[in-house]
Structures are given as structure tokens and as C-alpha cells.
């Protein structure tokens, strides 16, 4: 049960918004055994005073237009489904809307599967797993 959230500068259509949302969820599908429907993403749009990142950090020229993607999901993957996941969000941002790879930030937090709960209060993954 991934949580997408992307943050990008201020300006771009709800087009484009669909375009990444398809994107990172088309992604995770085939690359990361993410359910059909298993689908919960926001985006966040900031003015320049508000959003800041290296243009150079790591030997990549990033753009103005650099989308951070940060994903939180359960600790269930091992390194092959990351780096699958990560070239083909980029592959596909790419296609479509037409994101830089160099701008696609991708930042990954793992955490337990106890620590969901998809409403009404209840850990749904400990009820399952207990």
C-alpha cells in the first residue's frame, strides 16, 4: 500500500498532475506488486520560495521543472523491485508528460506493515498478519 506523494513547482495543468499520477501508479503495478485499485497519491505545488533542490548534487543537471517523488511503502521489497521501480517511473514520466530523467527525484520510505490504517481506525496489515 504505497503513498505517493510528489511535489513540483507551481504552473502545470491537471493534465500533466494525471500524467504523473498515471505514471508512478503504472510503475508501482509492474514493478512492485502494488494491487489494482491500491492507489493513494497527492501532489503538491510550490512557488520558488518554497521549493529548493541541488541543481548539480550527485553529477545530475537538474531542471526548474525537477518532480520529487516521495513513496512510503511497507518494507516487503527487496532491491531488484527498487531499481525497477525507480527506472520505470522514469521511463515512464518520460513518455509521459514529458519529464527530464535527470528531473525525476525519487526518494523511497520503507516502514512496517502495522504502521497502515486504511480507516476506521484499524491496522489493517497487523490484523492480518496477527
Known amino acids: 500500500m504505497p503513498l ?3 511535489s513540483l513547482r507551481r504552473g502545470k495543468s ?3 498532475h494525471q500524467a504523473l499520477f498515471d505514471g508512478v501508479y503504472h510503475a ?3 514493478t512492485f506488486d502494488v494491487p489494482e485499485d491500491d492507489r493513494f497519491m497527492t501532489i503538491t505545488e510550490h512557488d520558488s520560495s518554497t ?3 541541488s541543481p548539480t548534487y550527485y553529477g545530475v543537471e537538474r ?3 525537477v518532480v520529487i517523488i516521495r513513496i512510503t511503502a511497507s518494507n516487503t521489497r527487496d532491491l531488484a523491485q527498487k531499481q ?3 527506472l520505470r517511473i522514469v521511463d515512464l514520466l518520460q513518455a509521459n508528460p514529458g519529464v527530464r530523467p535527470e528531473d525525476v527525484f525519487i526518494n523511497l520510505v520503507e516502514v ?3 504502521n497502515w490504517s486504511f480507516g476506521n481506525g484499524i491496522a489493517q496489515y497487523a490484523v492480518q498478519q496477527g
Request: aromatic share 14%; hydrophobic share 45%; proline share 5%.
Open 63 to 65: 531542471s526548474d521543472e
Open 4 to 6: 505517493v506523494q510528489v
Open 112 to 114: 512496517l506493515p502495522e
Open 84 to 86: 525497477a521501480l525507480y
Open 28 to 30: 508501482m503495478r509492474e
Open 14 to 16: 491537471a493534465e500533466y
Open 51 to 53: 521549493f529548493s533542490v
